[in-house]
């Protein structure tokens, strides 16, 4: 692996500050920053993108409750032994499902700063609503799509199998439990821009989902055979 490539560069430097590398893989890339100077400058430009990103956040204050279990818990460590803190600890060790919400918010951030540091052609600001990563079985990102007030941003990635007969359709899963609404067909290679659908503002989404459709899209408004689920992010 070329490692001085400039995309290659930016995918390491984007998984090291995001914090998705790990183990071996992370010191590894420590030695290759202590190596090339090239290198340690795209992992500070990363950085300054990612504090930057954080500032763009709005704070939200968590509910009291929140704090009071903190408080308790902390006391009931203070207080208890040892054995008694082990205990502690593996009750409440995050579900699996916290865990694969933050890679997924990790890998979309990473994708965002991506196309403003190596596709700066592209016309993406930062006030979009929510955004997701459409990933495959894999955990490779397929699409990131980005929802600003009166569009849906979707760019495709090189991950994306292309194919010659069919399309790929974006829908809405409704809380509710009513029928996914469809919001568009999704690029098989760069970027398009959706126009949002008038309900997508107006009901609780569950999650967007991609299904493989026949060329042009549903024949009868729903989805054929769905391929991915996505969560979708508020920034």
Request: charged content about 20%.
């Amino acid at each position: 692996m070329n490692y001085l490539a400039e995309q290659t560069r930016h995918a390491l430097a984007a998984e090291y500050v995001i914090g998705t590398m790990r183990g071996l893989a992370r010191k590894r890339y420590q030695t290759l920053m202590m190596r090339y100077s090239e290198i340690r400058d795209t992992t500070y430009q990363w950085e300054n993108h990612i504090n930057a990103l954080g500032a763009q956040l709005k704070p939200v204050a968590p509910d009291p409750v929140v704090w009071q279990k903190i408080v308790e818990r902390l006391d009931a460590e203070h207080t208890e032994g040892n054995s008694n803190k082990v205990s502690t600890l593996q009750t409440s060790k995050p579900k699996p499902n916290l865990w694969k919400s933050w890679s997924v918010l990790a890998t979309a951030a990473a994708l965002v700063l991506a196309v403003l540091i190596v596709q700066p052609s592209l016309d993406v600001s930062t006030d979009s609503e929510q955004f997701t990563v459409v990933q495959d079985e894999d955990s490779k990102s397929l699409w990131l799509i980005e929802i600003y007030p009166d569009s849906i941003d979707v760019v495709a990635t090189a991950n994306l199998p292309k194919l010659a007969n069919n399309d790929y359709q974006l829908w809405m899963v409704p809380k509710d439990g009513s029928a996914p609404i469809s919001l568009g067909l999704l690029p098989q290679d760069g970027d398009v821009k959706l126009d949002k659908n008038p309900q997508f503002d107006q009901i609780d989404i569950a999650a967007l989902a991609v299904s493989l459709e026949p060329l042009g899209g549903s024949p009868n408004g729903s989805p054929t055979q769905v391929l991915y689920i996505a969560e979708l992010a508020i920034l």
